[in-house]
């Protein structure tokens, strides 16, 4: 159900290692409009979901040869490469793939989810090299210690307006029990404390049917949420939410782990939260109000199996500014190294930005007519992005 793309190795044999992707935006959610719940509909989960399968097939798996974009901005696993995507998105309208291929999207009613949800895991069946990867943006709420997510069919019955909820933690154990395959859950979703859910008789569960007892087929498995228990996830009005859209740019590119001899590098679930959390930290610099902050890591194993792969050094994001800004217009932030020639930034249009390999940098400042002394600093960079403000003598 929702699947808008199948490899042709998929095709021609089921079993074969791969990555099978199941992703989720529920936005349009009809039934909220006349109900009391506190929840409204929602744009971003629709812009988002799409933006997270843009990702996915912009690479060579997907599109055709000599389209394809490098790894840095598409999905790239040699180990499992693509092989199905799944949209459960609403408003249910038609996706248009990077290739030009024009998909309808199917609804995400709680019933479909379930559907979509076991025939995920049947894709990915007992084959542990494959990868499976579950992403949702859309209402989450909490009844003070669980999160459970709101599929686009809530409120519509009357006789059951909160059934349909997901548990997101049951969801999870059903699913480590169902496939030795590797799993990675990406949850974009509130955790805020809903009274309402709290009283209601009946609790929300599992979008999979499974015991919690009894051994995990998989040991290997990772949740990376947006948020932390009974706090919000942003998102601007007419924008990809602000955890979606860190995600997406660690993964572009500014994580990864070389391991043993292998020239690539491999993005695991620990490589991705890191870069993450300073990619939704940097995105909040200077936000008012509450700020988003990245929920726990959940899971078992290393963190180190490789979701994504990128067959060079990952680079860091580097910013700098000026404090106080005003003297932004005298100031000139340069980089350099070794193997690399001094780069110029100005700063009178606010923060130098560059993209700068991992390794030993001299970074500074300089400042015109010599009204401050210039500022010269060594790192290692080894993170997905540095912040650094040069502080001007009053």
């Known amino acids: 159900m929702?699947?808008?793309?199948?490899?042709?190795?998929?095709?021609?044999?089921?079993?074969?290692?791969?990555?099978?992707?199941?992703?989720?935006?529920?936005?349009?959610?009809?039934?909220?409009?006349?109900?009391?719940?506190?929840?409204?509909?929602?744009?971003?989960?629709?812009?988002?979901?799409?933006?997270?399968?843009?990702?996915?097939?912009?690479?060579?798996?997907?599109?055709?040869?000599?389209?394809?974009?490098?790894?840095?901005k598409a999905f790239h696993n040699?180990?499992?490469?693509?092989?199905?995507?799944?949209?459960?998105?609403?408003?249910?309208?038609?996706?248009?793939?990077?290739?030009?291929?024009?998909?309808?999207?199917?609804?995400?009613?709680?019933?479909n989810l379930k559907a979509a949800a076991h025939q995920w895991l049947a894709r990915l069946g007992n084959n542990p090299q494959s990868r499976g990867i579950f992403y949702f943006c859309g209402h989450g709420l909490s009844d003070g210690t669980v999160q459970h997510l709101v599929a686009d069919d809530v409120m519509e019955l009357e006789h059951d307006r909160w059934g349909p909820l997901f548990h997101v933690s049951n969801t999870c154990q059903a699913a480590i029990r169902a496939?030795?395959?590797?799993?990675?859950?990406?949850?974009?979703?509130c955790m805020e404390f809903n009274e309402q859910l709290l009283n209601n008789i009946n609790s929300p569960q599992s979008l999979i049917e499974g015991a919690r007892s009894g051994p995990p087929k998989t040991k290997d498995w990772?949740?990376?949420?947006?948020?932390?228990m009974n706090r919000?996830?942003?998102?601007?009005e007419h924008g990809v939410a602000r955890f979606t859209e860190a995600l997406l740019r660690a993964?572009?590119?500014?994580?990864?782990?070389?391991?043993?001899?292998d020239q690539d590098f491999s993005v695991g679930a620990n490589d991705l939260r890191a870069a993450t959390a300073e990619f939704l930290d940097l995105a909040q610099h200077g936000v008012k109000g509450e700020v988003q902050t990245l929920g726990g890591f959940q899971g078992d194993g290393l963190g180190s199996t490789a979701l994504h792969v990128l067959p060079s050094s990952p680079r860091v994001h580097v910013e700098m500014d000026i404090d106080?800004?005003?003297?932004?217009?005298?100031?000139?932030?340069?980089?350099?190294?070794?193997?690399?020639?001094?780069?110029?930034k100005k700063l009178y249009d606010g923060p130098a930005r560059f993209l700068k390999e991992r390794g030993e940098w001299t970074y500074g400042a300089l400042f015109t007519q010599d009204r401050f002394p210039g500022q010269t600093h060594q790192r290692l960079l080894t993170s997905a992005v540095l912040r650094w403000q040069f502080k001007v003598p009053e």
Request: aromatic share 8%; charged share 10%.
């Open 2 to 72: 929702g699947i808008i793309f199948e490899s042709q190795a998929f095709q021609d044999n089921p079993k074969v290692t791969a990555t099978h992707v199941l992703l989720v935006g529920c936005g349009e959610y009809p039934g909220l409009a006349a109900a009391q719940g506190g929840l409204q509909p929602l744009m971003p989960p629709r812009l988002s979901v799409e933006t997270m399968a843009n990702w996915f097939l912009s690479g060579r798996d997907a599109m055709p040869a000599g389209q394809e974009q490098p790894p840095e």
């Open 78 to 111: 040699p180990y499992a490469p693509l092989g199905t995507l799944a949209i459960l998105a609403s408003p249910a309208e038609t996706y248009t793939l990077p290739s030009g291929k024009v998909a309808a999207c199917t609804r995400p009613t709680l019933a």
């Open 179 to 189: 496939t030795p395959a590797t799993l990675a859950f990406w949850i974009d979703a």
């Open 222 to 228: 990772s949740l990376i949420g947006a948020t932390s």
């Open 232 to 236: 919000k996830a942003y998102a601007p």
């Open 251 to 261: 993964l572009q590119g500014h994580c990864g782990t070389q391991r043993g001899m």
């Open 324 to 344: 106080p800004p005003g003297y932004r217009a005298l100031a000139t932030a340069y980089m350099e190294n070794l193997a690399n020639p001094r780069e110029l």
